[in-house]
């Protein structure tokens, strides 16, 4: 059984620093590259990252480049968002989310998309205060 689950999200002030991490079981975690998404409350699930499955392809919404880095540990089936200089307008619950199939090549435009994934975590809530 596929199973992802997130944690490390919490209450932070803006300019603060969080690190999300989702731990993945059931799966050969490496044949897969690996997104994460957000979903702010009335706001349809928007991309934030991904990355490919050995980790050396990155891949960024335009609102958290330069503030999120997403990283990878193969050998310990883990996918983390390292979120800094965080904004009120990051307050959202945030999913990470397994590819599709597995690839070896795929575009920026393929990951960006909540269809290009079919397996789910339960969300971790990130709440930033301003």
């Known amino acids: 059984q596929v199973q992802l689950v997130e944690s490390g999200g919490g209450l932070v002030q803006a300019g603060g620093s969080l690190r999300l991490s989702c731990a993945a079981s059931g799966i050969t975690f490496s044949s897969y590259a690996m997104g994460w998404f957000r979903q702010a409350p009335g706001k349809e699930r928007e991309f934030v990252a991904a990355?490919?499955?050995?980790?050396?392809?990155?891949y960024y919404a335009t609102s958290v480049k330069g503030r999120f880095t997403i990283s990878r540990d193969n050998a310990k089936n883990t996918v983390l968002l390292q979120m800094n200089g965080l904004k009120s307008e990051d307050t959202a619950v945030y999913y990470c989310a397994r590819d599709r199939k597995p690839r070896t090549i795929a575009t920026a435009d393929y990951f960006s998309r909540a269809r290009s994934y079919d397996t789910w975590g339960q969300g971790t809530q990130v709440t930033v205060s301003s």
């Open positions: 990355i490919s499955r050995s980790g050396g392809a990155t």
